[in-house]
């Protein structure tokens, strides 16, 4: 079974989308926590900055100290990768491929059906990758879900390609 799927049609440049390295990707999600979570934008600079000045305040009343668990924290991380159900949101891809000015909806092409969106929702969807460590090899190689999990039980399957119009 292939792991790639497009992004084509009315766009600037067709991307193809490997779900085999998403693994690495810092912007994966937990689909174990995420629907469960609350969900809230926040102002990366911001965090940043409370969490150096926390840090540097830290440092200036005890000193400089090295966590002990480093090991144990990259072990953990190891185990949850190797474990873990994870999904990707759509919307840097679909950035990425610059729909063309006249696109107006995305259609996800499965092997049964086509499902229409309105291309201004396309950034509340999540691509699915990863189930309990594997691949999604049956039904797959990718599902979708909504990002107010919705269809959290029931997502859609069989993906094989994207497609702007």
């Known amino acids: 079974m292939e792991s790639i799927v497009p992004i084509k049609g009315q766009v600037k440049f067709t991307i193809t989308l490997d779900s085999g390295v998403w693994i690495f990707d810092d912007r994966k999600v937990d689909l174990t926590t995420y629907f469960d979570e609350t969900n809230e934008t926040i102002d990366e600079l911001e965090e940043y900055t409370k969490a150096v000045s926390k840090h540097w305040s830290r440092e200036i009343q005890e000193g400089a100290t090295y966590p002990p668990t480093l090991k144990t924290e990259k072990k953990y991380e190891k185990e949850k990768i190797l474990n873990g159900t994870f999904a990707i949101p759509l919307k ?5 491929a610059e729909p063309l000015e006249n696109a107006s909806s995305l259609v996800i092409e499965t092997d049964s ?3 229409r969106m309105d291309l201004s929702q396309a950034d509340q969807l999540l691509i699915g990758f990863s189930k309990e460590g594997k691949p999604l090899r049956e039904n797959g190689p990718v599902h979708i879900y909504y990002k107010n999990g919705s269809n ?3 997502p859609i399957t069989d993906v ?3 497609r702007v119009e």
């Open 92 to 96: 840097p891809f679909l950035t990425n």
């Open 113 to 115: 059906d086509d499902y």
């Open 152 to 154: 959290r039980d029931n």
């Open 160 to 162: 094989r390609a994207f």
